[in-house]
């Protein structure tokens, strides 16, 4: 692992000691960011959008670290981790940087490896490379830019038939600059190894209130009869831009549970794609988004059912206030061969204003015939009859809309099945909730 | 106990109680009778404070006090409850939380220390068993799968808990079974006080058989036509509402 305070090695340098196959994996990726060029309003992939706001800051990648002190920065880092219960394993990760120092040590906990960039190129080249070969096909401009342009990366490796008792908890900090606008590229790839299992969360941060683009991959990878909880939050500050991408690759019986959840930054485009490479997987893609202000959040979710046998389970919801702006595009994809394929979507949004906009856009592309595939949609303003029910009985009009908000959240959260995370992601809804109307 | 003079109300311009006049003292039951869509349930849920309804004019006196202004959970503070005609099923919201909540809004209106847990649990225990209502419900979602007379057992239950000094039963009495009937009957009976009054809207004699009403109003096109004693109710079960009408027919 790298210590904060240890400057980064000269670019030249660093790419000196790199391997040819993955220098040539930067090299591709560049190439297909440019081909890809940034987005414009025109693009289908980013149309509804108002990235005008995105497109408008000259950001630059920081090629050493920023001089962070290591001091400043525990503090926060302690406080999070009360949260997270003394079982919780904790990674922390700055500025798209391992932070040794931070980060619990975990040399004793068999079958569990967390690495940095240099470490893993010595111990798992082939799994890395693995991962890489199938990010290589990815067509969005951003993760192209991330693969280009990461300094370091953490690579979580499980091994086989390790079932981890202890959560894993990944904390992402991210500072912005006085002077320059900085795009942190943080990559994290999860590995689990055949027949292992574990819960792992990703929490996203800031250190400070000024702008800064999160410009993020999550890639993992599910060997056969592995598991992996998953969950998500982006609870950065409302000044930041973060762009998350997670390529999940599932092999045979294996189960993928991932819960998104999106609570701050001013701009949050989550993309999550699933391919299901084999029979009997199950893939559960859920979120939760609550926005207000002027907050943008986008999910695009495209599950890609390639062989037979397989499940994959959608719901996501939103809840929108003042002039925020949500949008889910849902793709479900079921190739030719994937007979029987099992999958449910749902897409649910509250809007509590007026001036609160959503765009939601199923994709359903069937080629078997002989599946089962359902999608559903409502948009709508808060319900009036329970409102009204919960205050004649004597609660409040804002404890009565909070309590429904909460509900209508809860049918995703509850299946959280980590306690500390899902009673701190409850607190952090109601916190939201009540700093309001 | 509440006074209501001349109210008026209208949804979508369409005026639905047309003057309504209408007073209980302490102690009280009044009963209201009267054909479908005659505003019976608009006038229980006008009490409550629905925003839904355009108030036109009159007043609503509840204890001295204007109701008028006041948001639902300030009347139900007050001592103001009301049965609905369809309780509203809220899944994800847990019957036991949202009970006491509602418990404890009044209590901290009136001054009273909040009830934790425990206390709550010790405090309803007897209220529900005396409604057979199974100690399960109370982890399930607010009405959530409940069945018709399972719904008003629950609110004659949410009653017994918030011991409000006025309940408005809008056909509590519908839909529930023999058996049921008469635990729904002795539930409001329990609760009789001489400091507590009872509106209860129905279309059958049957619930007055239990809970003995001191008044019985006829409710017609958003107007009370006719009051009397209990015995209202016995004449109307045995000739419909055509005789009311030919009698104000009479009277025109
Ligand atoms: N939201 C609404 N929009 C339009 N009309 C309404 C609305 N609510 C009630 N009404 C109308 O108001 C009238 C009175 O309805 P209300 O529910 O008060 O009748 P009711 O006496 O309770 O009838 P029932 O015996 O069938 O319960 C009916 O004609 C009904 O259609
Ligand atoms: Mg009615």
């Known amino acids: ?437 | 106990m509440i006074e209501i003079k001349n109210l008026k109300a209208k949804i979508e311009d369409k005026e639905i109680l047309k003057g309504i006049n209408l007073t209980i003292k302490p102690g009280e039951v009044h009963a209201i009778m009267g054909p479908n869509g005659s505003g019976k349930s608009t006038l229980a849920q006008v009490l409550a404070g629905r925003e839904d309804y355009e108030i036109t004019s009159g007043e609503i006196i509840f204890q001295g006090e204007n109701l008028i202004e006041l948001e639902p959970e300030e009347r139900a503070w007050r001592g103001l409850f009301m049965a609905f005609q369809y309780p509203v099923e809220i899944p994800g919201v847990g019957n036991a939380y949202f009970l006491r909540a509602a418990l404890n809004s009044k209590r901290k209106y009136l001054g009273l220390p909040e009830m934790d847990a425990m206390e709550f649990m010790t405090y309803i225990k007897k209220k529900m068993e005396a409604l057979e209502l199974s100690p399960s419900m109370l982890s399930r979602s607010v009405n959530e799968g409940f069945s018709g007379g399972e719904k008003k057992r629950n609110e004659i239950f949410q009653m017994a808990v918030l011991e409000p000094t006025l309940g408005v039963l809008d056909e509590t009495d519908s839909g529930l079974d023999i058996d049921a009937l008469k635990i729904v009957s002795e539930g409001v009976n329990r609760l009789k006080d001489p400091s507590r009054s009872f509106l209860i809207v129905t279309h059958y004699q049957r619930i007055l058989n239990y809970v003995t009403p001191d008044y019985v109003h006829i409710l017609m096109d958003g107007r009370i036509v006719k009051s009397a004693g209990k015995e209202l109710a016995l004449e109307l079960e045995e000739h419909g509402y055509s005789l009311i009408e030919k009698e104000l027919a009479a009277n025109v």
């Not at chain 1, 909070?402 to 995703?412: D, G, Q, R, S, T």
């Open chain 1, 1 to 437: 692992m790298i210590n904060l305070k240890e400057k980064q090695i000269h670019q030249q340098e660093r790419s000196n000691s790199l391997p040819e196959w993955y220098k040539s994996f930067l090299h591709q990726r560049l190439t297909a960011h440019r081909d890809l060029g940034l987005p414009s309003p025109k693009d289908e992939n980013w149309r509804s959008l108002p990235i005008r706001d995105l497109l408008d800051h000259n950001y630059i990648i920081p090629e050493t670290d920023t001089d962070l002190e290591i001091e400043d920065i525990k503090e926060f880092v302690q406080n999070k981790k009360k949260n997270t219960g003394n079982d919780a394993i904790n990674v922390v990760i700055v500025n798209g940087k391992l932070s040794q120092e931070l980060s619990d040590d975990v040399s004793s906990i068999e079958g569990l490896e967390i690495l940095n960039l240099s470490e893993t190129l010595v111990k798992f080249p082939e799994k890395l490379k693995s991962i890489f070969d199938h990010s290589v096909e990815s067509t969005h401009t951003y993760a192209a830019l991330n693969d280009a342009k990461h300094t370091d990366l953490t690579f979580i490796h499980l091994e086989k038939n390790r079932s981890l008792p202890r959560p894993i908890h990944c904390m992402y900090l991210s500072s912005g600059d006085s002077t320059d606008i900085h795009m942190h590229n943080t990559k994290t790839l999860i590995y689990a190894s055949k027949c292992s299992s574990c819960f792992i969360s990703e929490s996203y941060y800031s250190l400070n209130k000024t702008l800064a683009y999160s410009n993020v991959t999550t890639d993992i990878h599910l060997e056969s009869s592995a598991s992996i909880h998953h969950v998500k939050i982006q609870d950065e500050s409302n000044e930041s831009f973060h762009l998350y991408t997670s390529r999940v690759y599932q092999q045979r019986d294996s189960i993928f549970k991932s819960c998104n959840l999106t609570f701050g930054g001013k701009f949050t485009r989550n993309d999550i794609f699933s391919y299901l490479d084999d029979e009997n997987i199950t893939c559960t893609l859920d979120g939760v988004y609550i926005l207000d202000h002027q907050q943008v959040c986008a999910n695009y979710t495209s599950l890609d059912h390639a062989k037979p046998n397989c499940y994959s389970f959608e719901v996501y919801k939103g809840i929108l206030d003042d002039s925020s702006t949500g949008l889910f595009n849902g793709k479900i994809y079921v190739h030719q061969d994937a007979q029987k394929t099992d999958a449910k979507q749902s897409n649910q949004a509250i809007l509590l204003s007026e001036n609160a906009k959503i765009h939601t856009k199923p994709q359903l592309e069937i080629y078997a015939d002989d599946v089962k595939c359902t999608h559903g949609c409502t948009v709508g303003k808060m319900d009036k009859d329970p409102l009204f029910y919960l205050q004649a009985r004597g609660l409040s009009k804002k404890d009565a809309k909070n309590l429904l908000i909460y509900a209508f959240a809860a049918e995703v959260l509850e299946n959280i099945d980590n306690d500390h995370v899902r009673k701190n992601v409850e607190e952090r809804l109601y916190h939201k909730l009540n700093n309001k109307n």
